[in-house]
């Protein structure tokens, strides 16, 4: 299976936001650590409605947190 | 290795063992001078009832003790609910699951089309219906090691 097109940012976040877990992060958006660790990877691609939860446990919009494709701009 | 790892292979272990068990237990009790029609119908109704009802059981109470040995083990609790993609994966697996068994179901018939003896098609519903929970559980193992 290919990686997913869509990447993050929310390892480097993570850490950006007082060294949070993976578990916290989990909690604070309602999904289990498992599916923070195969995001941190790569490995799936969130729903909308998820990403969103997501950039808001960060406080930054979406576009910070995700981008599509090669992130070339990092 | 994750908590959804660990649970597929556990899964594709028990349903193996499970299977085999069941099918040599049953086997020694197959008459030797064969089945007469009325007799067939009644002894592979009753192996797929019985197989289905211990399958349920034993997969209860291997996840019990599989839950147990894994807190106890790791000391973490295992997750109390699906998330979306628990639930995607979840859909993938039925889906090739399913399909294992339609094929099974198709080959099932058509050995009744070429005048196949009865057990013939008893036997290929009951392998495929096995071979599909595998596939589930197989399906399940590779999206949580290598992603959806």
């Given at each position: 299976?290919?990686?997913?097109?869509?990447g993050?940012?929310?390892?480097?976040?993570?850490?950006?936001?007082?060294?949070?877990?993976?578990?916290?992060?989990?909690?604070?958006?309602?999904?289990?650590?498992?599916?923070?660790?195969?995001?941190?990877?790569?490995?799936?691609?969130?729903?909308?409605?998820?990403?969103?939860?997501?950039?808001?446990?960060?406080?930054?919009?979406?576009e910070?947190?995700f981008f599509y494709?090669?992130n070339?701009?990092? | 290795?994750?908590?959804?790892?660990?649970?597929?292979?556990?899964?594709?272990?028990?349903?193996?063992?499970?299977?085999?068990?069941?099918?040599?237990?049953?086997?020694?009790?197959?008459?030797?001078?064969?089945?007469?029609?009325?007799?067939?119908?009644?002894?592979?109704?009753?192996?797929?009832?019985?197989?289905?009802?211990?399958?349920?059981?034993?997969?209860?109470?291997?996840?019990?003790?599989?839950?147990?040995?894994?807190?106890?083990?790791?000391?973490?609790?295992?997750?109390?609910?699906?998330?979306?993609?628990?639930?995607?994966?979840?859909?993938?697996?039925?889906?090739?699951?399913?399909?294992?068994?339609?094929?099974?179901?198709?080959?099932?018939?058509?050995?009744?089309?070429?005048?196949?003896?009865?057990?013939?098609?008893?036997?290929?519903?009951?392998?495929?219906?096995?071979?599909?929970?595998?596939?589930?559980?197989?399906?399940?193992?590779?999206?949580?090691?290598?992603?959806?």
């Amino acid at each position: 299976m290919g990686k997913n097109l869509v990447g993050n940012h929310i390892r480097k976040l993570r850490f950006n936001h007082d060294e949070m877990t993976q578990q916290q992060l989990a909690d604070k958006v309602g999904v289990t650590r498992q599916t923070i660790v195969a995001l941190e990877k790569g490995n799936y691609s969130p729903s909308l409605e998820l990403a969103f939860r997501i950039a808001h446990a960060f406080n930054m919009p979406l576009e910070e947190v995700f981008f599509y494709g090669d992130n070339t701009k990092e | 290795m994750t908590y959804q790892e660990k649970k597929s292979i556990v899964s594709i272990i028990s349903a193996i063992l499970i299977f085999v068990s069941f099918c040599a237990y049953k086997y020694v009790r197959y008459p030797e001078e064969g089945l007469e029609s009325t007799e067939a119908f009644h002894y592979w109704g009753s192996f797929v009832l019985v197989l289905t009802l211990v399958s349920i059981f034993a997969h209860i109470v291997i996840s019990i003790v599989f839950n147990i040995v894994f807190r106890i083990t790791t000391g973490e609790k295992e997750p109390a609910f699906a998330d979306e993609l628990d639930k995607h994966i979840e859909l993938k697996a039925n889906r090739n699951g399913f399909f294992v068994f339609i094929l099974g179901f198709l080959l099932a018939m058509g050995s009744l089309v070429i005048e196949q003896p009865v057990q013939v098609m008893f036997v290929t519903l009951i392998v495929s219906g096995f071979i599909s929970d595998v596939t589930g559980s197989v399906t399940k193992l590779y999206h949580y090691r290598r992603g959806v």
